[in-house]
């Protein structure tokens, strides 16, 4: 995408127009790639050029993508011979509409998801239009969109899915206009993340009462109340 964006500063209206269009399109695939793995935690990443990146031993069978969406079934309802056709790969549709218990990473059986299973993959972001912090809050965003949205979480505390919608129609917006606006992806991008660390925030923090429990083993095992050492030093005798 950097080098197609150096190739549309020329002074020939013809080959501007076509790097133009160009860029065009692949920013609306970069966009949907970001869209399918902010609002639903799934990768779509088919030739491995997606700046996130996931870490497995294990090769994703032909046809399949991150998450079990079956990306070779999607296609069939594209035009391969479409110029957009990428693009119009109707990943949101698909997956809004699908219950709510699929779109789990229980699906990889790893408790250590969040730390292991997906980092950033800097060779791939174009900085020009994506910078390393802004990434680093795309990768934050669709790793609590897949705790929020596992099984092990009730449903009353994942992420509704008229929140979906809303986030996926801002994304979707930003592919329509006719050229990247860095600026507006970056707010964008920070209203998403805001909304998903606060619900992210009630359900680890405050509904699990994480703070007391902080507070308990301080006492305990950093012998805040000295009454409890004392007592151990008595039994132990």
């Known amino acids: 995408m950097e080098t197609i964006s150096q190739r549309c500063v020329t002074g020939n209206p013809v080959i501007k127009a076509m790097f133009t269009k160009l860029l065009f399109y692949c920013t609306r ?3 949907q790639q970001i869209n399918a793995w902010i609002v639903h935690g799934q990768l779509v990443d088919l030739c491995e050029e997606f700046f996130i990146h996931r870490i497995t031993n294990n090769q994703t069978p032909p046809g399949k993508q991150e998450g079990n969406l079956d990306v070779s079934k999607v296609n069939k309802s594209a035009n391969p011979t479409s110029v957009g ?16 218990d699929r779109l789990s990473a229980d ?20 900085a020009k239009f994506i910078s390393p912090q802004i990434a680093e809050k795309i ?9 929020l949205q596992s099984k092990s979480t009730s449903t009353q505390d994942r992420v509704p899915l008229d929140d979906l919608e809303a986030f996926s129609e801002a994304i979707l917006r930003l592919q329509q206009m006719p050229e990247f606006n860095s600026i507006l992806f970056s707010k964008v991008i920070e209203l998403i993340r805001e909304s998903i660390a606060n619900r992210l925030l009630h359900l680890v923090v405050i509904k699990t ?13 950093l012998l805040t109340k000295g009454e409890f050492y004392q007592t151990f030093l008595e039994e132990a005798r």
């Open 29 to 31: 695939v970069l966009l």
């Open 85 to 100: 056709s990428v693009s119009n790969l109707n990943i949101v549709g698909t997956i809004l509409t699908m219950d709510p």
């Open 107 to 126: 699906n990889d059986g790893k408790d250590d998801e969040w730390n292991t299973a997906y980092t950033l993959r800097m060779s791939m972001l174009p």
């Open 139 to 147: 990768l934050f965003i669709g790793k609590a969109i897949r705790v």
């Open 209 to 221: 009462n994480l703070l007391d429990h902080l507070k308990t083993m301080k006492d305990f095992f």
